[in-house]
Nanobody, 121 residues
Protein backbone atom coordinates (compact mmCIF):
# COMPACT_ATOMS: atom_id res chain seq x y z
CA UNK A 1 0.00 0.00 0.00
CA UNK A 2 1.11 3.54 -0.78
CA UNK A 3 -0.38 6.75 0.55
CA UNK A 4 0.00 9.93 -1.48
CA UNK A 5 -0.75 13.45 -0.28
CA UNK A 6 -0.53 16.40 -2.67
CA UNK A 7 -0.09 20.02 -1.66
CA UNK A 8 0.89 23.35 -3.16
CA UNK A 9 -2.10 24.09 -5.34
CA UNK A 10 -3.75 27.48 -5.42
CA UNK A 11 -4.79 30.40 -7.56
CA UNK A 12 -2.32 32.27 -9.74
CA UNK A 13 -2.41 34.69 -12.63
CA UNK A 14 -1.38 33.65 -16.11
CA UNK A 15 2.39 33.68 -16.47
CA UNK A 16 2.91 32.82 -12.83
CA UNK A 17 4.42 29.76 -11.19
CA UNK A 18 3.44 27.12 -8.65
CA UNK A 19 5.25 24.17 -7.14
CA UNK A 20 3.25 21.08 -6.26
CA UNK A 21 4.44 18.47 -3.79
CA UNK A 22 3.38 14.88 -3.28
CA UNK A 23 4.43 13.17 -0.06
CA UNK A 24 4.53 9.39 -0.40
CA UNK A 25 4.47 6.88 2.44
CA UNK A 26 4.04 3.15 2.83
CA UNK A 27 5.59 0.64 0.44
CA UNK A 28 7.29 3.21 -1.78
CA UNK A 29 10.23 0.90 -2.44
CA UNK A 30 8.01 -1.60 -4.26
CA UNK A 31 6.10 1.11 -6.08
CA UNK A 32 8.80 3.43 -7.39
CA UNK A 33 7.18 4.68 -10.59
CA UNK A 34 5.51 8.05 -10.04
CA UNK A 35 3.72 10.57 -12.18
CA UNK A 36 1.57 13.69 -12.21
CA UNK A 37 -1.83 13.85 -13.85
CA UNK A 38 -4.52 16.48 -14.09
CA UNK A 39 -8.22 16.43 -14.68
CA UNK A 40 -10.92 18.95 -15.45
CA UNK A 41 -14.42 17.96 -14.39
CA UNK A 42 -16.12 16.10 -17.21
CA UNK A 43 -12.90 15.41 -19.09
CA UNK A 44 -10.44 12.53 -19.16
CA UNK A 45 -7.51 12.43 -16.77
CA UNK A 46 -4.45 13.76 -18.63
CA UNK A 47 -0.86 12.66 -18.10
CA UNK A 48 1.36 15.62 -17.22
CA UNK A 49 4.77 14.21 -16.33
CA UNK A 50 6.51 11.01 -15.24
CA UNK A 51 9.84 10.27 -13.65
CA UNK A 52 11.53 6.92 -14.03
CA UNK A 53 13.67 5.15 -11.45
CA UNK A 54 16.84 6.30 -13.23
CA UNK A 55 15.69 9.91 -13.05
CA UNK A 56 14.67 10.20 -16.67
CA UNK A 57 11.51 12.19 -17.31
CA UNK A 58 8.76 12.54 -19.87
CA UNK A 59 6.09 15.21 -20.31
CA UNK A 60 2.75 15.70 -21.94
CA UNK A 61 2.91 17.85 -25.06
CA UNK A 62 0.86 20.65 -23.54
CA UNK A 63 3.29 21.22 -20.64
CA UNK A 64 6.67 20.34 -22.13
CA UNK A 65 9.15 23.16 -21.66
CA UNK A 66 7.08 24.79 -18.89
CA UNK A 67 6.76 22.09 -16.21
CA UNK A 68 9.52 20.14 -14.47
CA UNK A 69 9.06 16.94 -12.48
CA UNK A 70 11.56 15.94 -9.82
CA UNK A 71 11.81 13.59 -6.88
CA UNK A 72 13.57 13.65 -3.53
CA UNK A 73 14.11 9.97 -2.82
CA UNK A 74 15.36 10.59 0.71
CA UNK A 75 12.13 12.42 1.57
CA UNK A 76 9.88 10.25 -0.63
CA UNK A 77 8.48 13.42 -2.14
CA UNK A 78 7.55 14.10 -5.75
CA UNK A 79 7.50 17.66 -7.08
CA UNK A 80 6.06 19.46 -10.07
CA UNK A 81 7.44 22.91 -10.81
CA UNK A 82 4.98 24.73 -13.05
CA UNK A 83 6.13 27.90 -14.82
CA UNK A 84 4.50 30.16 -17.41
CA UNK A 85 1.09 28.95 -16.31
CA UNK A 86 -1.85 29.37 -18.66
CA UNK A 87 -5.60 29.42 -17.97
CA UNK A 88 -5.84 26.05 -19.72
CA UNK A 89 -3.62 24.58 -17.00
CA UNK A 90 -6.53 24.99 -14.57
CA UNK A 91 -7.37 21.53 -13.21
CA UNK A 92 -7.19 19.19 -10.26
CA UNK A 93 -3.66 17.80 -10.13
CA UNK A 94 -3.01 14.27 -8.88
CA UNK A 95 0.11 12.29 -8.19
CA UNK A 96 0.19 8.56 -8.78
CA UNK A 97 2.44 5.60 -8.03
CA UNK A 98 2.74 1.93 -9.02
CA UNK A 99 5.18 -0.96 -9.28
CA UNK A 100 4.56 -0.86 -13.04
CA UNK A 101 5.71 1.97 -15.30
CA UNK A 102 2.54 3.21 -16.98
CA UNK A 103 4.22 6.33 -18.43
CA UNK A 104 1.45 8.88 -19.10
CA UNK A 105 -1.42 6.39 -19.03
CA UNK A 106 -3.80 6.84 -16.06
CA UNK A 107 -3.44 3.17 -15.04
CA UNK A 108 -1.43 3.66 -11.86
CA UNK A 109 -2.70 1.79 -8.81
CA UNK A 110 -2.23 4.46 -6.15
CA UNK A 111 -3.57 8.01 -6.32
CA UNK A 112 -3.60 11.02 -4.06
CA UNK A 113 -6.67 13.12 -3.32
CA UNK A 114 -5.58 15.93 -5.63
CA UNK A 115 -4.76 19.60 -5.29
CA UNK A 116 -6.57 22.31 -7.25
CA UNK A 117 -4.70 24.69 -9.53
CA UNK A 118 -6.57 27.70 -10.91
CA UNK A 119 -4.95 30.05 -13.41
CA UNK A 120 -6.72 33.31 -14.21
CA UNK A 121 -6.18 35.41 -17.31
Amino acid sequence: QVQLVESGGGSVQAGGSLRLSCAASGDTYSNPYMAWFRQVTGKKREGVAIIDTDGSTAYGASVKGRFTISKDNAQNTLYLQMNSLKPEDTAMYYCAADRVQWWLLPSYKYWGQGTQVTVSS
